[in-house]
């Protein structure tokens, strides 16, 4: 089946696959400078990342960016220059209180599919996106409720090979396992983690701590919320009528389900943050950012006069060990304190 | 002291104000001499080289004033309007209402330069973690908090979608500090698909027509609360009639742009036509003074280069910049080092092209607002830049980095690859701090060597 990549939570993996095409979500290793990219000085390394992982990907046969951050946006224009794969920008609007921008990211759906069409897709007919979405609602809440009885890294790569992969491959691997309730509990909140900083949550479990909630992009913040079943009849998409119902859905559940710092305002994320942090008695808060990363950098100094919680800002560049090693440092005197 | 155009110092300038004095030179109500700006703490002044004509003087005196006019506009009554980002759009829209003032709390970038870092902004940006990874935009932070530069407006908005992400990031802190946004949503601009609807934006590039209407919806909704802070309704035809006016000052500056790139000699320095053009986007809090300002100093222009004189050695390179510049003084600098501007793009030529007046008046907004070369990709920019440097003959391109913003980490590579293959000519990129003495000797170095190579390249 052709692929396709992308990294951005925005971008819902059911509408591709009701393509008939596998989505793929994207996490990048690291951020290692390559030759495609040139001078890196002041870009993101996520973004970096991400950009390496779409050149060296040879199995790829198309890949979505999304607008959500201006350095993504502008990789696109980077990917259309050094990459053979076509690639797709997709506008996910930053404001999110008016019918009108969710009008816009339905359309941008739809302009998705006609995208995803060219490059072999199927036009989702009869009950497929329905029986897709069911069938992701379904494997998403199995992840959900594994939280408890895994580690952090354990989660984190779970989540990640359901992006990865879909819902096809997973495994329910929790049978038989205790419920983890040692440790003190902690929140880790940021942007994406590439796969090497998953090691970050190993080394906060490692010292003491549980984390309890993975508040980054590539954690469970950024799944998108569980589907309204009711809103999913039987009669598919398209209706003879002319009604989205499973296209309006999944709009919802992502657009509107998904808080994330670079909404206008952004107020809904830290909502979401204070109910999380209640519900799972935190403690402390990892702030986990990437340098040059503007939107949650500016966000650090907020969090900490917004929350009572001790919050531990880890700041990376996602390339090498002397990085780990003092964030290992940072996050052990973090949880003394605690 | 002659009428020869040349660039002087400000000391200089003392001695050239008392010689318009005596020679019965009108000033408006906010002139008098330059030094007396230094008084309010703005120090680069003395380090900055000017144009020594009285069109000059008006057009400082009238940038370094714009405070007061924000203090008298709300002394009389009038209500401020903080538009952010979108630079040239809101403020034709408000300057349509009778009693809406607007400006941009963005021209914070600035205090730093012209204060020498003095006003102390950019701690108190760092003290809210907003530190020098961030564009230097984050002066408006400070400027703000000690309400010391402009008024606080009474209603602040700002555009999000395709934007820098420092500059978004930047207004949500200062929203999260108690100054609440109306915020809007422009969409990034893409090439329309081949069997979509498409419509011809000011200054060349195309959209398709369903984002036009989406800008437009968007423009209603900040008509909406305009109106609202104004308590005045706006109708089509005071709408028509603020394009018409933002117009008029469009087309100063274009024919001033002409002059300036094309002229064989100089007509006017870098730095005064940075000005010039920055006041197409809010008007400096004044929109018909601006047409004034702009209209004296075309006329010295026209007179200049009928003239035949200039500012600058006929053989001056020609350099097209990209991205203004967080340090006035560097423009001073590339005319220094033996360089001329031929062809700018200083983020805002949307606020340069004329907007159409023969469509409803919110579509023809939408259109300009689409039209901004930073809501699209890095290349239709560059395309459009390698359109300018066609038509003007620019010998070489500087792209000049904003530091910490987040577009200038990848559009540089984009823009330099996409100018040098249409091209072969010289591309250099630099980074251009608030204040930049510290790096001046290896910044004169850097120009130096691109104006030498310009004119190496002649003699091949």
Redesign the interface.
């Known amino acids: 089946m052709k692929r396709i990549i992308y990294t951005c939570p925005y971008v819902p993996a059911e509408w591709i696959a009701a393509h008939g095409l596998q989505p793929s979500r994207v996490i990048p290793d690291a951020a290692e400078a390559t030759a495609p990219l040139g001078r890196a000085e002041g870009v993101c390394p996520y973004v970096q990342g991400f950009i390496n992982e779409v050149i060296t990907d040879k199995q790829a046969c198309g890949v979505v960016i999304t607008t959500v951050c201006d350095q993504m946006r502008r990789a696109f224009d980077i990917l259309v220059r050094r990459s053979d794969v076509p690639v797709f920008l997709m506008n996910v609007p930053n404001t999110w209180q008016n019918v009108g921008v969710q009008k816009l990211y339905i359309d941008e759906l739809k302009r998705l599919g006609r995208f995803l069409t060219g490059l072999g897709g199927k036009s989702p007919l009869g009950d497929a996106l329905t029986e897709i979405m069911l069938k992701y609602d379904t494997a998403r809440k199995s992840i959900l409720a594994a939280r408890g009885y895994l580690s952090a890294g354990r989660y984190a790569e779970k989540i990640a090979a359901f992006g990865r992969d879909g819902p096809g491959r997973m495994t329910n691997n929790t049978t038989g396992l205790e419920p983890i309730i040692e440790g003190v509990p902690l929140a880790i909140v940021g942007g994406p983690l590439m796969r090497r900083d998953f090691d970050i949550l190993d080394i906060a479990e490692q010292a003491g701590g549980r984390i309890v909630l993975d508040a980054t992009e590539t954690g469970e913040r950024g799944m998108c919320m569980p589907f309204d079943r009711r809103r999913l009849p039987v009669a598919a998409w398209p209706r003879h009528d002319g009604r989205d119902e499973p296209l309006m859905e999944l709009a919802n559940a992502y657009f509107g389900g998904i808080q994330d710092v670079s909404r206008r305002p952004n107020s809904e994320l830290y909502k979401w943050l204070k109910s999380k942090f209640t519900d799972r008695e935190v403690r402390g808060i990892i702030f986990h950012r990437y340098v040059w990363c503007d939107m949650w950098h500016a966000e650090l100094r907020r969090l900490k006069d917004w929350t009572d919680l001790p919050v531990l800002d880890i700041d990376t560049t996602g390339d090498n060990e002397t990085r780990r090693h003092r964030t290992a440092n940072r996050i052990h005197a973090f949880l003394e304190t605690l | 002291m002659s009428d020869k155009p040349e660039r002087i110092t400000l000391e200089e300038w003392d001695l050239r104000y008392e010689q318009l004095q005596r020679a019965g030179t009108c000033q408006p109500n906010y002139g008098g001499p330059l030094s007396r700006h230094v008084a309010d703490g703005d120090q680069r002044l003395l380090k900055l080289r000017y144009d020594n004509s009285a069109a000059a003087l008006r057009l400082w005196n009238f940038l370094l004033t714009e405070e007061d006019r924000l203090h008298d506009a709300r002394a009389g009554g009038k209500k401020l309007i903080g538009t952010m980002k979108d630079l040239g759009t809101v403020p034709v829209m408000a300057y349509s209402f009778d009693n809406i003032v607007a400006f941009y709390p963005d021209g914070a970038w600035w205090i730093p330069c012209v204060m020498e870092l003095s006003a102390g902004l950019l701690s108190i940006a760092d003290s ?3 530190d020098e ?2 564009c230097p935009v984050r002066a408006m932070l400070g400027a703000f908090v000690t309400g010391a530069h402009f008024p606080v407006p009474d209603r602040l908005i ?1 555009s ?7 500059f ?6 200062l ?2 500090l108690g100054h609440p ?1 109306l ?3 422009i ?2 601009r ?1 090439r329309p ?1 081949p069997d979509e609807a498409a419509v011809n934006l000011p200054g060349g590039f195309t959209a398709p027509k ?1 984002q036009v209407e ?1 800008v437009k ?2 423009l209603e ?1 900040i008509k909406t609360a305009v109106e609202e802070t104004a308590g005045e309704q706006l109708d089509e035809k005071k709408l028509s009639a603020g394009i018409k006016e933002a117009n008029q000052v469009r087309r100063y500056l274009a024919e001033l742009r002409h002059l300036a790139f094309t002229a064989e000699l100089c007509p006017i320095p870098a730095l005064e036509m940075l000005i010039a053009e920055m006041l197409a986007i809010h008007f400096c809090s004044d929109r018909r003074e601006t047409i004034e300002v702009l209209k004296e100093l075309l006329d010295e222009v026209q007179a200049r280069v009928q003239a035949g004189v200039g500012i600058l050695d006929a053989d001056a390179a020609k350099i097209f910049w990209v991205n203004p510049v967080a340090d006035l003084q560097v423009m001073n600098l590339l005319e220094d080092c033996g360089g001329r501007i031929c062809g700018t793009e200083y983020l805002f030529t949307h606020a340069l092209h004329e907007i159409p007046e023969n469509l409803p008046p919110l579509e023809a907004l939408a259109r300009m607002t689409l039209a901004d070369p930073m809501v699209g ?3 239709d920019r560059a395309e459009r830049i390698c359109a300018d440097i066609r038509k003007l003959g620019s010998e070489a391109i500087i792209i000049s ?1 904003i530091p ?1 913003a ?6 540089g ?2 823009i330099g ?1 996409i100018v040098q293959e249409e091209f072969n000519i010289p591309v250099l990129e630099i980074e251009v701090p608030p204040v930049t003495d510290s790096m001046r000797p290896t910044v004169r170095t850097r120009l130096e060597a691109l104006v030498e190579t310009v004119k190496a390249r002649r003699k091949r």
């Not at chain 2, 978004?168 to 802190?173: D, K, L, V």
């Not at chain 2, 987040?406 to 559009?411: F, I, K, V």
């Open positions: 809210l973690g907003i990874s961030f700002c999000a979608g395709a934007t820098c992400d420092d978004s990031a930047i207004a949500q802190r929203s999260s946004i915020w809007w949503e969409p990034h893409r698909d369903c989406f919806s968007e909704r990709s890095s290349t980095r910490g987040s577009h200038c980490a990848l559009e590579q984009v690859e």
